[in-house]
């Protein structure tokens, strides 16, 4: 008869303990190993401000170097043929758009819109892009090649 009060006992305790572990640690109730959930969907329709959106399109854009430090030291790191995009205008790289405004850039692809907040300036040269951008503590520089098609 004590052996089976011992077995009771050892059960007991041991469906308390794993009730309090899950309640404590968020262990869900049911696990199922035979099958893996799916992943959740992928982010649709991003929207923000980017200092980075032309690094984040690797299919119109690839980022080549990437320059920091003052204002005066970038300039002098921005290639001597590279010529300013004029606010307004409108570029198209395979599914990406710029639209270059006065100290910024709007950028979409698809669904996914993104601003490279002020101060911006947008330059031309070759088959690349140079993006000058200064806040009021430091100023980057970031080259990228185009690899998508000019429409």
Known sequence: MLRYFA????IVLAIAVFVTARARLGIPGHLNFWKVSPS???VENVSGDAPWALSALPGCFVQRSETTGSITYVRTRLPAAAQPVAPGTRLNY???TIFVRSGELLV???SD???????ARLYRFDDSLALLRSTATSSELRIYDITANHE
């Open 40 to 42: 959740p969907p992928p």
């Open 108 to 110: 979409d692809r698809g």
């Open 94 to 96: 395979g599914s990406c």
């Open 113 to 119: 819109r993104l601003r490279v907040p002020p101060y």
């Open 7 to 10: 077995i009771a006992t050892v």
